[in-house]
């Protein structure tokens, strides 16, 4: 056999810094496996300093797509080619298509966050996020599409990147109130408590003795969800403190398999449901 006629080897990678935690390759490459696809997904750190010279390299180099996570979903953005309209709104890619020679990039950060609380989305009339990051973005514009919504606080360090999120939303026309607030100063909206708290900073993320980014306590009722998007460690200080007050809590690992779902279908065709999807979730 020639060398012509063997199938050529598709390569895809998770971009970020740091990716100890991730298990992306594990997800994707049985997703390959259960297909029988000639195809590859591997981790690619790159040192923030690095980044902007490192994906002009990958740009020369072929590849079939990439996902892209923590710190660089809104950071990616100009060295794309092309970005669909959902995630040009949202203003984060975590999802990057190469078509020809050509980066295109994606959102699958809002699906794979709304999948697993579909059937308790009549609940949430009063939100809080933690954080402003890239991943908040796509939180935030999946909650703001929820008719019940009422009022949603982006709560971060930085107040600066808490109000340019908030400006962002607003230009959507959502009915839902929409404001910025600092993480230590949340005990004014202890009066009203909330519905659904997310917590999409990494703060805990590999470190489950990490101190939780906030105290749910003064902050959530009875039913309130605690939504934390980190899944390494499986339960995060933040989640063990709502556990101890009896509340509902939701780590990220079934948000990760569902937006690796739809990334896998962009660059395929395919999903990997019902197989690998259902394998991985039991």
């Not at 040192?47 to 809104?74: C, H, M, S, Y």
């Not at 605690?226 to 339960?235: A, G, M, T």
Request: charged fraction near 20%; glycine fraction near 6%.
């Amino acid at each position: 056999m020639s060398n012509n006629s063997v199938p050529k080897i598709k390569r895809f990678a998770i971009i970020g810094f740091p990716l100890q935690h991730s298990v992306s390759p594990r997800l994707h490459n049985r997703a390959f496996k259960d297909y029988g696809m000639k195809a590859t997904y591997e981790k690619m750190p790159i040192p923030p300093e690095e980044f902007e010279a490192r994906i002009l390299q990958l740009k020369r180099e072929d590849w079939g797509g990439f996902n892209v996570t923590i710190p660089f979903k809104e950071r990616i953005i100009p060295l794309l080619d092309g970005v669909e309209k959902t995630a040009r709104a949202i203003g984060a890619v975590n999802t990057i298509k190469c078509d020809r020679g050509r980066w295109l990039g994606f959102n699958t950060d809002w699906l794979g966050f709304l999948r697993p609380i579909e059937w308790k989305l009549d609940d949430f009339k009063h939100c809080l996020i933690l954080g402003a990051g890239g991943a908040a973005r796509a939180v935030a514009f999946a909650l703001i599409r929820l008719k019940n919504v009422k009022s949603l606080i982006i709560a971060n360090r930085t107040m600066h990147r808490a109000e340019l999120l908030v400006n962002d939303l607003q230009r959507f026309g959502s009915t839902a109130s929409i404001s910025a607030a600092h993480l230590n100063s949340l005990m004014p909206f202890s009066q009203q408590k909330f519905d659904l708290i997310v917590n999409s900073t990494s703060v805990g993320m590999n470190d489950p003795l990490a101190t939780p980014v906030i105290d749910p306590k003064p902050l959530a009722h009875s039913k309130t969800l605690i939504y934390d998007l980190i899944y390494k460690p499986p339960e995060t200080g933040l989640l063990k403190r709502a556990k101890k007050l009896g509340l509902r809590t939701l780590n990220g690992y079934a948000m990760l398999v569902h937006q690796a779902n739809a990334a896998f279908e962009i660059w395929t065709g395919k999903p990997y449901l019902p197989v690998t999807l259902k394998s991985l979730l039991r």
